[in-house]
T-cell receptor, first 114, second 114 residues
Framework: DTEVTQTPKHLVMGMTNKKSLKCEQHMGHRAMYWYKQKAKKPPELMFV???????INESVPSRFSPECPNSSLLNLHLHALQPEDSALYLC?????????????FGEGSRLTVL | DAKTTQPNSMESNEEEPVHLPCNHS???????IHWYRQLPSQGPEYVIHGLTSNVNNRMASLAIAEDRKSSTLILHRATLRDAAVYYC???????????????FGKGTKLSVIP
């Protein structure tokens, strides 16, 4: 199984809602990542978890709250988002945070904030 | 931050080789060179990576200049399925935190003409 699975594929939420994006991998990878991608732009790194600990936070606003409950799961909790937060949110995993090998991406969760 | 420079777009005829260039003049000795591609409506997909020597895999070849300030991704026979945005990325250390990250540049949009 070389897949990174993201749910939901599409999410529409209001600015007062609380929702979560989920990501799962069963490759035994110990590093997991959240990227944000706006239309026609490259992905931008948000967070990195290494061995279930947050190792990189790229100055992401606190309305985005990551969580890594175990080595296979990564969540992104969303609260009080703004319309400009509408984007494709990509999850990825790698064997470890040394990144000498491949980064596996999911297909993304497309978020629309109304 | 070590950055990469790529042409915005390139065209290739189907079944011909494609050479996608990338400049990374500020690369440091431990920075790996990664290539990913992103097809429309999909997450990025790993293509190839290397450190100093040229690399080959089933998808492509990576030619790295002797001074490592540039590299070229070679697709040996372009197909319509190869039409995508190709990203040349350096794996760099994150602020001495013992973690590494892949920071995507703008990429090259490759069009394949039947």
């Amino acid at each position: 199984d070389t897949e990174v699975t993201q749910t939901p594929k599409h999410l529409v939420m209001g600015m007062t809602n609380k929702k979560s994006l989920k990501c799962e991998q069963h490759m035994g990878h110990r590093a997991m990542y959240w990227y944000k991608q706006k239309a026609k732009k490259p992905p931008e790194l948000m967070f990195v978890y290494s061995y279930e600990k947050l190792s990189i936070n790229e100055s992401v606003p606190s309305r985005f709250s990551p969580e890594c409950p175990n080595s296979s799961l990564l969540n992104l909790h969303l609260h009080a988002l703004q319309p400009e937060d509408s984007a494709l949110y990509l999850c990825a995993s790698s064997q470890d945070s040394f990144l000498a090998g491949e980064l596996f991406f999911g297909e993304g969760s497309r978020l629309t904030v109304l | 931050d070590a950055k990469t420079t790529q042409p915005n777009s390139m065209e290739s005829n189907e079944e011909e080789p494609v050479h996608l260039p990338c400049n990374h003049s500020t690369i440091s000795g431990t920075d790996y060179i990664h290539w990913y591609r992103q097809l429309p409506s999909q997450g990025p997909e790993y293509v190839i990576h290397g450190l100093t020597s040229n690399v080959n895999n089933r998808m492509a070849s990576l030619a790295i200049a002797e001074d490592r300030k540039s590299s070229t991704l070679i697709l040996h026979r372009a197909t319509l399925r190869d039409a995508a945005v190709y990203y040349c990325i350096l794996r760099v250390t994150y602020s001495g935190a013992g973690s590494y990250q892949l920071t995507f540049g703008k990429g090259t949009k490759l069009s394949v003409i039947p």
